[in-house]
């Protein structure tokens, strides 16, 4: 069960449908509220993902990244990369709980911003579901993070048998610089000793 839910496939479909849910929730109103500044009146103010907490759609962009990384490299880049996507499904998290706790907050910011204002204005905000929505999908792209973590041991890169072949050259060679041979001159006698038989026909 362990190394079904920490198979390449598994983790990187978690991760992709993750992430895309995280991307598609940016353009949907995360919160909605009113504020009472004199300049805005009462009007209803709407919050998009994008707009309300743009550094977990980044995260979710980097997570997914990692994610990628990991699948197609070799086994240290596959840890360092999965660590990265850990990370940014944290950071993006966090950015996400912050609009959770406080959305009037969130509201403020975004309506100082749209009068040219600094700092924030006091605001109402509720919470409305795609916020949420992307909580959970932040979430599980971070056990998807920590899959990738667990089994990029039993993983292989997309380039494994190209990888061996070249480490193998590459050992030859060296084998032979430390015998004091040269390894590019094992190609020379063959050639010419063609060139003599071309010449005896």
């Known amino acids: 069960m362990r190394e079904a839910l920490t198979s390449k496939r598994t983790v990187l479909l978690v991760v992709l449908a993750a992430a895309a849910l995280i991307l598609v929730s940016g353009s949907q109103e995360w919160v909605s509220g009113s504020s009472g500044?004199?300049?805005?009146?009462?009007?209803?103010?709407?919050?998009?993902?994008?707009?309300?907490?743009?550094?977990?759609?980044?995260?979710?962009?980097?997570?997914?990244?990692?994610?990628?990384?990991?699948?197609?490299?070799?086994?240290?880049?596959?840890?360092?990369?999965?660590?990265?996507?850990?990370?940014?499904?944290?950071?993006?998290?966090?950015?996400?709980?912050?609009?959770?706790?406080?959305?009037?907050?969130?509201?403020?910011?975004?309506?100082?911003?749209?009068?040219?204002?600094s700092g924030t204005l006091a605001a109402h905000g509720r919470v409305g579901i795609w916020a949420w929505a992307a909580l959970a999908a932040m979430i599980v792209m971070g056990l998807g993070a920590l899959g990738a973590l667990v089994g990029a041991g039993r993983w292989h890169g997309l380039s494994?048998?190209?990888?061996?072949?070249?480490?193998?050259?590459?050992?030859?060679?060296?084998?032979?610089?430390?015998?004091?041979?040269?390894?590019?001159?094992?190609?020379e006698p063959r050639s010419e000793a063609g060139s003599q038989t071309f010449r005896a026909s």
């Open 37 to 117: 500044d004199a300049v805005l009146g009462a009007s209803v103010l709407h919050g998009r993902g994008t707009d309300i907490a743009p550094g977990a759609l980044a995260a979710a962009l980097v997570g997914l990244a990692s994610a990628v990384t990991a699948a197609t490299s070799g086994t240290v880049v596959r840890v360092v990369a999965a660590c990265c996507a850990l990370m940014a499904a944290v950071l993006g998290a966090t950015a996400i709980i912050l609009v959770v706790l406080d959305p009037g907050g969130a509201l403020g910011r975004l309506a100082a911003a749209g009068t040219g204002r």
């Open 160 to 187: 494994s048998r190209y990888d061996a072949g070249q480490r193998a050259t590459r050992g030859s060679a060296w084998d032979q610089l430390s015998r004091g041979e040269d390894p590019t001159a094992s190609a």
